[in-house]
């Protein structure tokens, strides 16, 4: 059974710092590409950034570039995303997914919340 599970969320102050963490089971991890996407409250699911599953090849939504960083251990099967400078409108339930273009499999999701 795959399963997909997210981690790392909370309450932080703009301008800070968090990293959500992904762990990932059920499958092999090390040969899929991996997606974070959010969804922010009352609005629809955002891409956010997505990493090849050799973790050399990375993609940003415009709206993150410079600020996140998606990274992967193949080893501990587990996906990353740093944020950074951290925004209000960064406040959403960050899920990760299985996948970069079609995403099959999805976690139950983390919030973050970015308030002061």
């Known amino acids: 059974e795959v399963q997909l599970v997210e981690s790392g969320g909370g309450l932080v102050q703009p301008g800070g710092s968090l990293r959500l963490s992904c762990a990932a089971s059920g499958f092999t991890f090390s040969s899929y590409a991996m997606s974070w996407v959010r969804q922010a409250p009352g609005k629809g699911l955002e891409w956010v950034s997505a990493?090849?599953?050799?973790?050399?090849?990375?993609s940003y939504a415009d709206s993150v570039k410079g600020r996140f960083t998606i990274s992967r251990d193949n080893a501990k099967n587990t996906l990353y995303l740093q944020m950074n400078s951290l925004k209000p409108e960064d406040t959403a339930v960050y899920y990760c997914?299985?996948?970069?273009?079609?995403?099959?499999?999805w976690g139950q999701g983390t919030q973050v919340t970015v308030s002061s």
């Open positions: 990493i090849n599953s050799g973790g050399g090849s990375t």
């Open positions: 997914a299985r996948g970069s273009r079609y995403l099959d499999y």
